[in-house]
């Protein structure tokens, strides 16, 4: 509690409820977990800024910069930022005096007469004229002794962080399915060239086949089945195609761009490297989730409403004053006889408002209740989505090395089978099962290559893709080596 807290205190123990109280602090040292599975930790070792770099592609770095600049997610997200900015300002407003000016002229026509009831009209009588002129400047002020003014102002603030994390949410998410969407696209490109070899390899047997059915030396059996088999292939690239098309217009609309014509230069898989990702220390991960921190000034937005809807309860004192000229004729307005001034002050308190304020702090209470589970379930999730980023990272990376090493042995048993049915040393069943084998592990292995570069992609977004929060605008302790670190204090703490 600050001092002038204490001083209120000392005055009248009602003032006390006007005064900030702490936001509940939600975690303790054991909801923080000591270490990640699987991954070298280190306390300053976090993503950069500008993580996607690491992959090593030229043009993927190119589209992240346009989708970070025309992303139209990402601009109504910076537009909502404006928008609570306003409202800040607005509810700042309420702690200046607000002052007006007010400046007048009336005139005014006036008869004096009798009523005759001979002829039921209105007598002669003069006509008189009468002139005012005005100049006033008003100002009033509300003594904030209950804090009410002052904590929509801290609920205000906490709102407007709230808008800012949630913006680097979605430039994050923005980021992550820009590039995710890409190594799509390669990957795609390279399962459909594989289908493409595996075609020209089947045709080749084919005419392989077409000489032995000539010479009589194979039946036509043979040639049925790989013409069978290049057509069982050939009806999966039109799928593989529509994926293709349907990722270009996803990238697309990320970029902010027309889908029509938008296309991409690289073709393979290869030109994209699979950087290794350490991670900080877990209770480091707190800060740097800009969705955690997003919950975290949710909560205190929400406590901030619950402590001026407790002060609502308070008495309302207000001061005024307006000082003004008055004067009949406009060319002694000016004149300093012609100034008046009045000064008052009020009192308002709520003796009966039909239990409306009851139900506001019942209302704020359950608000802060319900957003002390979202946070925790914000932070929850944080450690679970880098504990699975971490699994998934891991294993796809095994089973890429062991499809790669496959790939290359099926290459080898291919070329062997192909060359023995061509000199008659073993049958087609053998050719077209060996074949079938290559073009399946080449298939997978692609497959594989992008779930591995999709969960390095979804690590970075796990562990906050280089963003991380100003130590000043922490409201919730986090813990280092279970030692607490205290949050930021509240805006008005000092005032």
């Not at 702690?95 to 008869?111: C, E, I, K, W």
């Not at 039109?238 to 073709?267: M, N, Y």
């Amino acid at each position: 509690m600050n001092s002038r807290c204490r001083y209120s205190a000392l005055l009248a123990p009602a003032l006390i409820a006007g005064c900030a109280t702490p936001v509940p602090q939600v975690l303790t040292a054991s909801d923080i977990p000591t270490s990640f599975s699987l991954a070298a930790t280190a306390p300053s070792v976090w993503p950069a800024a500008d993580w996607w770099r690491a992959f090593g592609s030229a043009e993927l770095s190119s589209l992240v910069l346009e989708a970070q600049k025309n992303n139209l997610d990402l601009a109504a997200a910076t537009a909502r930022i404006r928008a609570a900015d306003a409202l800040l300002t607005i509810q700042r407003s309420a702690l200046s005096p607000q002052v007006g000016l007010t400046a007048g002229a009336q005139r005014t026509n006036s008869q004096a007469g009798s009523f005759s009831s001979s002829s039921s009209l209105l007598s002669s009588a003069p006509v008189q004229t009468s002139n005012s002129f005005g100049l006033s400047l008003g100002a009033s002020y509300e003594l904030d002794f209950r804090g009410l003014i002052r904590n929509n102002v801290v609920a205000a603030e906490e709102a407007a962080k709230s808008a800012r994390y949630a913006q680097q949410v979605v430039a994050l998410t923005v980021v992550s399915n820009t590039a995710s969407t890409y190594v799509s696209i390669l990957a795609l490109r390279r399962r459909i060239a594989i289908a493409h070899e595996y075609i020209a390899a089947t045709n080749a047997i084919l005419e392989i086949i077409k000489l032995k059915v000539s010479a009589g030396a194979s039946s036509h059996l043979d040639l049925a089945q790989e013409q069978a088999q290049a057509e069982s292939v050939a009806s999966e690239l039109p799928s593989l195609e529509l994926q293709e098309r349907q990722a270009d217009v996803t990238l697309a609309i990320l970029l902010g761009r027309v889908p029509e014509g938008f296309d991409v230069a690289e073709h393979d898989l290869k030109q994209i490297d699979s950087p290794s990702i350490a991670t900080g220390v877990p209770s480091g991960l707190l800060s740097r989730r800009p969705d955690v921190a997003q919950a975290e000034a949710d909560l205190a937005s929400a406590h901030a409403n619950l402590d001026a809807a407790r002060a609502a309860f308070l008495p309302q004192f207000d001061l005024a004053a307006n000082g003004g000229l008055a004067s009949a004729t406009a060319g002694t307005l000016l004149r300093g006889s012609s100034f008046v001034w009045e000064l008052g002050a009020g009192l308002t308190q709520t003796l009966f408002d039909g239990a409306t304020l009851v139900g506001k702090r019942r209302f704020a209470q359950a608000r802060q209740d319900q957003l002390i589970a979202a946070y925790k379930n914000a932070v929850l999730a944080a450690y679970a989505d880098v504990e699975s980023s971490l699994q998934a990272v891991t294993s796809t990376q095994a089973r890429e090395e062991h499809l790669t090493r496959e790939v290359t042995a099926a290459q080898e048993a291919f070329q062997i089978s192909r060359l023995q049915y061509q000199h008659g040393a073993t049958d087609l069943l053998t050719v077209l099962q060996t074949q079938q084998t290559l073009f399946e592990a080449q298939d997978l292995l692609a497959q594989t290559k992008l779930s591995h570069i999709q969960a390095i992609i979804g690590l970075y977004q796990a562990l906050g893709g280089g963003w991380e929060e100003l130590p000043g605008e922490r409201t919730q302790s986090t813990f280092v080596g279970h030692v607490s670190e205290a949050p930021g204090r509240r805006h008005h703490d000092d005032e």
